[in-house]
């Protein structure tokens, strides 16, 4: 019996669907949803070598007209010359108004494959199915779509979301150990973030989760779409409140820039830039060393990074100068307060370089 919870956006609610033997019941799920036949399936050779099979079989039985578009196993999938493939293979499938585009794969298929979806016809229906942990407990949920400029992450894209998502935990069996650490960075930002008590319950259950333990995998995962589904349901475009999801991301998403975007993992990332944030925050006299060190534990049990690499101050300073946060000229970040607690703050980019060990008192702000 899967978990399900509604993602609450009005005409654009959703459910989500998490458990196990949910990817041969695809057909199954998706014929509740009033689609035309055929439908796009957006995956890499990786994931479709291991998965599409099933899905296949399944979305046939249940009168779909199924066609699959591989895209590049990795993060250069997220670009614009890849989404131009993708909308000749919407074409040649008959991809109409009510023909769903559907990612199966982690977050780069769901990422590239629901800004086709986006913007394909103006917009036709789209199903998620993550395959990784990142994607389960994050990217899948909340209609963020994107590709990359080549300055900067997810810099082209939509607010656009799905018509459904499917969490199979049984495609957590097939991934690599440094893809389940790297999804383990977004699980423990939403402890600090929003739930003390989750944090707490991670730090007891962590090993389980890295040896793959299914039931603590599961309601992992429903837990963190349950409080993803509760800040997108508050604040669907980012106006405000769902910048939160955003912490750790502000310098993460700098790391991935100018790390070429393909030398750390996503949710590597994240992990350093989370540490960063809660140091800022000490720094600030807002958050204690106590929980700092708590953060950091956790991390480095992930076997998730904690400090960051040897940077070019300047492609760095530049990086950030793209963070979607910035408004009106002035940087956010998301600074906690105490574990279940952050807050969206103003600050300057020679802080950050400062407490990164990047500064340099001559320079400019970016
Ligand atoms: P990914 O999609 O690249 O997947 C990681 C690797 O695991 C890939 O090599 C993939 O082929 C492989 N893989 C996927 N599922 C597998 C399975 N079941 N078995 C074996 N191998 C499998 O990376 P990711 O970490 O899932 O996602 C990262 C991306 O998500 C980034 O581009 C990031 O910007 C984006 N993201 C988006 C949002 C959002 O809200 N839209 C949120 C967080 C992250
Ligand atoms: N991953 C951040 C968000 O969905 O807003």
């Not at 196990?20 to 509740?32: A, M, N």
């Not at 074409?91 to 590239?112: F, P, T």
């Not at 700098?254 to 540490?275: K, Q």
């Not at 400090?307 to 009106?328: E, Q």
């Amino acid at each position: 019996m899967a978990g399900q919870l509604t993602v609450d956006l009005g005409e654009r609610s959703y459910e989500i669907y998490c458990g196990s033997g949910l990817l041969p019941r695809t057909g199954f799920y998706l014929h509740t949803l009033d689609l035309a036949a055929p439908c796009l399936v957006v995956s890499n050779a990786t994931v479709a070598g291991l998965y599409w099979p099933a899905i296949e079989i399944s979305l046939k039985e249940a009168g779909f007209q199924p066609h699959l578009a591989l895209v590049p196993d990795g993060e250069e999938a997220k670009s614009l010359e890849v989404a131009a493939g993708l909308y000749n293979a919407a074409l040649d499938a008959g991809i109409e108004r009510r023909a769903a585009v559907i990612a199966l794969g982690g977050g780069v298929a769901g990422d590239v494959a629901g800004f086709i979806a986006a913007t394909w016809l103006r917009g036709v229906p789209f199903i998620q199915i993550p395959t990784t942990i990142l994607a389960q407990v994050d990217s899948s949920v909340g209609g963020k779509v994107a590709v990359n400029h080549p300055k900067g992450k997810n810099l082209i894209g939509a607010f656009y979301q799905p018509r459904m998502v499917l969490a199979d935990t049984d495609a957590l069996t097939t991934l690599p150990p440094r893809e389940i650490r790297a999804g383990l960075a977004e699980v423990i930002k939403y402890g600090v973030i929003a739930d003390a008590g989750f944090f707490a319950y991670l730090e007891e259950h962590l090993d389980q989760a890295l040896r793959g333990d299914r039931g603590v995998l599961e309601s992992i995962i429903l837990r963190c779409c349950a409080l993803k589904a509760k800040v997108v349901a508050g604040d669907e475009r980012e106006k405000g409140l769902r910048a939160i999801l955003n912490f750790g991301h502000t310098v993460g998403h700098a790391v991935e820039a100018v790390t070429g975007f393909n030398t750390y993992r996503h949710g590597e990332a994240v992990a350093m830039g989370m540490v960063a944030a809660a140091r800022m925050a000490v720094q600030r006299g807002m958050f204690s060393a106590a929980e700092t060190g708590r953060l950091v534990r956790l991390l480095e049990r992930a076997g998730l990074p904690v400090t960051m690499p040897a940077l070019d101050p300047a492609a760095f300073r530049a990086a950030l100068g793209h963070d979607k946060k910035i408004a009106w000229g002035q940087l956010r970040m998301i600074l906690p307060e105490r574990l279940g607690r952050v807050q969206i703050t103003p600050i300057a980019v020679e802080e950050i370089m400062a407490v990164l060990g990047l500064g340099n008192p001559g320079a400019k702000e970016g």
